[in-house]
């Protein structure tokens, strides 16, 4: 994951916004977390991934995503052959950590 950018959100002192570029190349995985605020997804290019219980999902270029504020989500293995591209944009509160992980 790169980060691209980090600001304040306006008139909200204790929130910020985080633009990243994720990408997941094959045999990658995404384990399950959650974040202290949204977090909004654009898929740049898709692919195949394999969840925890074994199901597939295909991701296809241009789907957008959202997860609201404590959601867990991923729990997934690439298993395409070419890496998924995402686009990231995080509403967090501010000083916390992006990621939580997980059990």
Avoid: C, W
Avoid at 16 to 42: F, K, S
Avoid at 43 to 63: H, K, N, P, W, Y
Wanted: net charge negative.
């Amino acid at each position: 994951k790169t980060e691209l950018n980090r600001a304040d959100l306006s008139n909200v002192p204790q929130m910020e916004v985080v633009v990243a570029r994720l990408v997941i190349m094959p045999g990658g995985t995404v384990p399950l977390h959650r974040h202290p605020g949204d977090e909004h997804a654009i898929v740049m290019q898709g692919g195949t991934a394999r969840t925890l219980d074994g199901e597939d999902i295909a991701f296809s270029d241009g789907v957008a995503l959202s997860f609201p504020r404590g959601m867990v989500h991923g729990g997934f293995t690439v298993t395409g052959d070419k890496p998924m591209i995402v686009t990231t944009v995080h509403v967090v509160d501010k000083g916390k950590p992006l990621v939580e992980p997980v059990q």
